[in-house]
Each structure stands twice: as structure tokens, then as C-alpha cells.
T-cell receptor
Framework: KNEVEQSPQNLTAQEGEFITINCSYS?????LHWLQQHPGGGIVSLFM???GKKKHGRLIATINIQEKHSSLHITASHPRDSAVYICAVSRPRYGGSQGNLIFGKGTKLSVKP | EAGVAQSPRYKIIEKRQSVAFWCNPISGHATLYWYQQILGQGPKLLIQFQNNGVVDDSQLPKDRFSAERLKGVDSTLKIQPAKLEDSAVYLC????????????FGEGSRLTVL
């Protein structure tokens, strides 16, 4: 079993829909990262969370430390949101650096117009 | 603020040839990471630097891969000789500190080995 699990693996939505991507982890962490990767390969860091909730534009990320679970929500989805969304955890408190991440396998999101 | 710069964006070489990738991190970021991402997989950390020193290179295939960050700013990752299985996107990231700070990634360098 992977230490970081994401669901769903693939997601197709219609423009305007509310989208949720889930991430569960089984190890102690210092922070959880939500990353966005477009087909060209570059990665954009969306959020780094250690507790609670963060919002940036139409994106909302939440984390429940007790349940070892995080969700990424996209409100009013748009075709330009189409990308792979990756959940990753860092464990500097347990050894290793901030960039020594354990990655989930990613969720491929396709938003249709 | 300028982001993490990487070059080249794309490179196609034949097996047994050599290739080098360059990364310039965000100004002032002490920590720099190189990752390898094979198609369909998550990134794998190859090496991390703190200023001009190597913190961890345990996952770097040292028989063919080398990396340096001589002045503690930009970094070069070299593969010599390349193998077919080295085809991947090579990502560079930086952060302000080894244990703190948000990660910023570059656009990646896509390598195809024929």
C-alpha cells in the first residue's frame, strides 16, 4: 500500500462543476503539498498545509491531521483547470528535508467546455 | 519575482551520448532539488543541495549521473552516458530552507533518449 493515496485517479467534469480530489496518507507528516502539473511537465505548487484550510481564488485545500486526510476543491471549474493534481507529503520532523517528498500517483482532471 | 529557470526545455539524444541540464533557483533560495519524473510516475528525488553542499544524493545513479552547485546558486545535472531508461522529465525545485519554506518548481527539462 502506498504511503500517499489519491482518489480518483481520473476525473472528467463539465465546466462550472464543483470538483473534489482526495488524498490520504499513512505516515506522520510535517506538511502536505498540493501540486498542479500541466502536460508540458512543469509543476506549480498550489498549497502547502500543516493544518486547517487554505483558499486561493477558486481553489480550496483542507487537511484533517487526526484523520490523515486532505481534500482539494475547485469551485466553478474551467477547462484551463485541466491538469494532473498531485498530493505529496514532507516529513522534515521525521528526518529528511522539505523537498524530500512522498508523492501520490496524481489525479488527472479533464474539464470539458 | 522570477521563478525557477530550467534549460533546455526539450532534449533528444541517442543512447551513450551525454547531456546537461541547467537550473537557476529563485534568488536567495539556499536549497535546491533535482527530481526525475518518468512518464506516468511521480517525481523521484535525485539530489538535494544546501548552498553549495550536497545534503543527500542517495538516489542519484552515480555511475552515470553527476550534479554540482559550485557557487551555491545555479546548478547543473549531467548524464553521461545516457541510457534509454533515462528518458524522463528532470525537474528542479528550490526553497528558502532545508526544513522550511514553500517549494517552487521549474518547468522541467524533457529528455528523450533514442
Amino acid at each position: 500500500k502506498n504511503e500517499v493515496e489519491q482518489s480518483p485517479q481520473n476525473l472528467t467534469a463539465q465546466e462550472g462543476e464543483f470538483i473534489t480530489i482526495n488524498c490520504s496518507y499513512s505516515v506522520g507528516i510535517s506538511a502536505l503539498h498540493w501540486l498542479q502539473q500541466h502536460p508540458g511537465g512543469g509543476i506549480v505548487s498550489l498549497f502547502m498545509l500543516s493544518s486547517g484550510k487554505k483558499k486561493h481564488g477558486r481553489l480550496i485545500a483542507t487537511i484533517n491531521i487526526q484523520e490523515k486526510h486532505s481534500s482539494l476543491h475547485i469551485t466553478a471549474s474551467h477547462p484551463r483547470d485541466s491538469a494532473v493534481y498531485i498530493c505529496a507529503v514532507s516529513r522534515p520532523r521525521y528526518g529528511g528535508s522539505q523537498g524530500n517528498l512522498i508523492f501520490g500517483k496524481g489525479t488527472k482532471l479533464s474539464v470539458k467546455p | 519575482e522570477a521563478g525557477v529557470a530550467q534549460s533546455p526545455r526539450y532534449k533528444i539524444i541517442e543512447k551513450r551520448q551525454s547531456v546537461a541540464f541547467w537550473c537557476n533557483p529563485i534568488s536567495g533560495h539556499a536549497t535546491l532539488y533535482w527530481y526525475q519524473q518518468i512518464l506516468g510516475q511521480g517525481p523521484k528525488l535525485l539530489i538535494q543541495f544546501q548552498n553549495n553542499g550536497v545534503v543527500d544524493d542517495s538516489q542519484l545513479p552515480k555511475d552515470r549521473f553527476s550534479a554540482e552547485r559550485l557557487k551555491g546558486v545555479d546548478s547543473t545535472l549531467k548524464i553521461q552516458p545516457a541510457k534509454l531508461e533515462d528518458s524522463a522529465v528532470y525537474l528542479c525545485a528550490s526553497s528558502s530552507g532545508l526544513y522550511t519554506g514553500e517549494l517552487f518548481f521549474g518547468e522541467g527539462s524533457r529528455l528523450t533518449v533514442l
